[in-house]
C-alpha cells in the first residue's frame, strides 16, 4: 500500500484559505483568511488484490482514495450561485422553505464572497446578479419578495446559473451551483443525457453542480446524472421542512473545500488493458484511463476505482500493472502538486493465499461500487413492471454483501446489506414506490460520489 503525504510544489497559486460546517447548528463561519502552510492530501494508491490467481485471466481493481486535511478556522472564498425553481408547483410551504434555507446561505457568506441567485419558471431571471456580498440585507430583501409562477425551466436556469459563475471563476476559489426544483424540466432540454451533458460542462470549468430535489414529483434520474457528472452531491427533501438542513450540509462541503482541479491519469503497462470506472465514468483512450474530480473536502475521502483486465501470469512471477499519477491545486499551500506510484502484481496457485493478500480496504471499496450498481440494476426492473425479478435482485445482493461483510470483517457493507434487504421487503408496493425510488436513487449517488450526507 502506498500512502503519501507531501508538500510538493509546481507553481505558486493566488489563494486566501478555507474552513467547513457540518449541521444547521454549528457556529458562524470564519470569514476568507490565509491558512497555516504545509498541509497536504494523503492520497493512497492500491491494488485490490496485488497477488492474483496464476495461469488465468483474470481483473484487477485499482484504487485512488484521496482524504483532504483538517481546514482549520479558515476558508478560501465561495463564487457560489443558487439556482431556484419557482414554478407554480412550488406554491406556498415549499417557496417559503426555499427561500428560508436560502437566507441561511446569505448569513454565512462573508463580504469577499460571490453570490448570484437565478429563478426560473417559464423563463429565467437573475434575481442577484454574481457581486460580492457587500449588501446581505438588499440580497435577503431580493429572495424574500420571490413568488410562484409558470412551468419549469431547468436547463435553462442551470445554464443561467453557470453564466453567473464565469464571470467571477477564479480557480482558487471554490466554485459551486446549488439548483433545487420540486418537478420535470418541461420548457426546454428535459431529458437525464441533455442534464448531464451541461453538468460534464460545468464539471470542465471546474464547478460542481449540488442538486435538492424537493418532494415527490422531480425527476431524480434528470437532478442524479446532472450531479455526478459535474462531481456535485444530491440530495433528496420529502417535505419542505428538510430543505434548510440539505442546504446546511450542502454548505458544509463548500466551505470545507481544501484542493481541487484534482486529475488522476492511470497509464497502464503493455498487455494490460482498462475496462471501466466503478461508479464514477472514466475517459479510456488505449491503454491511458483518466478522470477529474473538481473538489477534495477538509476530513473527507474520495475514492475513485478502475477495473483493468490481466492476462494469466505463472505462479511465482509478478509483472507491472500500471503508472498512476495525482495531479491537484491545494489551496492551502498555494501549490500544485503531484503524487505518482507503479503499480505490480504476483500470481500464485493458492486461493488462500491471494485472499490472505487482498487489501481489504480496497475490496470493501470494490464490493460496495459492484453492489451500487447492482441496486440501480433493480431500480431498472422495477421501472420495467417486473416487481419480483427487482425483489429477487435485491434480496441477492443484500445477500451478496452479507457474505463480503463477514469475509472482509466490514460493518460498511453489513449496514449496504441491511439497507438492500429493507429496499427488497418494500419494492413491489406501489403506494410507497415513488419515494423509495427517489430514496434509492439518492442512495446510489452518495455512494458513487463518496457524498458525506
Request: hydrophobic share 40%; charged share 25%.
Amino acid at each position: 500500500m502506498s500512502r503519501t503525504q507531501l508538500v510538493s510544489s509546481a507553481c505558486a497559486l493566488a489563494l486566501v484559505g478555507l474552513a467547513g460546517i457540518r449541521s444547521p447548528a454549528a457556529q458562524p463561519i470564519a470569514g476568507p483568511g490565509p491558512l497555516p502552510k504545509g498541509p497536504d492530501l494523503i492520497v493512497d494508491i492500491d491494488v485490490g488484490e496485488p497477488i492474483m490467481i496464476a495461469d488465468q485471466d483474470g481483473r484487477a481493481y485499482i484504487e485512488i482514495a484521496i482524504t483532504g486535511f483538517d481546514s482549520a478556522d479558515t476558508r478560501a472564498p465561495v463564487n457560489l450561485a443558487l439556482v431556484i425553481d419557482r414554478s407554480g408547483s412550488m406554491r406556498g410551504d415549499r417557496l417559503e422553505k426555499a427561500k428560508t434555507a436560502a437566507l441561511m446561505v446569505v448569513d454565512r457568506l462573508g463580504p469577499e464572497d460571490v453570490l448570484s441567485v437565478v429563478t426560473f419558471d417559464t423563463s429565467v431571471e437573475v434575481l442577484v446578479p454574481a457581486g460580492k456580498v457587500k449588501d446581505p440585507a438588499a440580497i435577503q430583501r431580493a429572495i424574500m419578495a420571490i413568488s410562484d409562477r409558470g412551468q419549469t425551466a431547468l436547463y435553462d436556469g442551470v445554464n443561467t446559473g453557470l453564466g453567473q459563475l464565469r464571470e467571477h471563476l477564479v480557480k482558487t476559489h471554490v466554485n459551486r451551483l446549488i439548483l433545487l426544483s420540486d418537478g420535470q424540466a418541461n420548457v426546454g432540454p428535459s431529458s437525464p443525457g441533455e442534464l448531464a451533458r451541461l453538468g460534464v460542462e460545468a464539471g470542465k470549468l471546474g464547478i460542481p453542480v449540488t442538486t435538492i430535489g424537493l418532494g415527490l414529483g422531480y425527476n431524480e434520474d434528470l437532478m442524479t446524472q446532472l450531479a455526478l457528472s459535474s462531481d456535485g452531491n444530491h440530495g433528496f427533501a420529502e417535505t419542505p421542512a428538510q430543505l434548510e438542513t440539505l442546504f446546511a450540509h450542502e454548505l458544509g462541503d463548500v466551505m470545507s473545500v481544501v484542493a481541487n482541479d484534482v486529475i488522476i491519469e492511470i497509464e497502464l503497462a503493455p498487455g494490460i488493458t482498462p475496462v471501466r470506472g466503478l461508479n464514477r465514468p472514466i475517459s479510456i483512450d488505449g491503454r491511458k484511463a483518466q478522470l477529474k474530480l473538481n473538489q477534495i473536502y477538509g476530513k473527507q475521502r474520495k475514492n475513485v476505482i478502475v477495473e483493468v483486465a490481466v492476462p494469466r501470469g505463472a505462479a511465482g512471477k509478478s509483472r507491472k500493472l500500471a503508472d498512476v499519477q495525482v495531479a491537484y491545486r491545494n489551496l492551502a499551500t498555494k501549490k500544485t502538486a503531484k503524487v505518482a506510484e507503479p503499480l505490480t502484481v504476483a500470481f500464485d496457485r493458492s486461493r488462500a493465499v491471494v485472499d490472505r493478500k487482498a487489501n481489504q480496504r480496497v475490496m470493501v471499496g470494490v464490493t460496495e461500487a459492484l453492489a451500487n450498481e447492482r441496486q440501480k440494476q433493480a431500480i431498472a426492473l422495477r421501472d420495467a413492471g417486473k416487481r419480483e425479478a427487482a425483489r429477487k435482485a435485491l434480496e441477492e445482493n443484500a445477500a451478496y454483501l452479507r457474505a463480503e461483510g463477514k469475509k472482509r470483517g466490514s460493518a460498511k457493507l453489513d449496514s449496504f446489506a441491511a439497507e438492500a434487504a429493507a429496499d427488497a421487503e418494500e419494492v413491489e408496493d406501489d403506494a410507497s414506490w415513488n419515494a423509495k425510488r427517489k430514496g434509492m436513487t439518492k442512495s446510489t449517488h452518495a455512494k458513487a460520489a463518496s457524498q458525506s450526507w
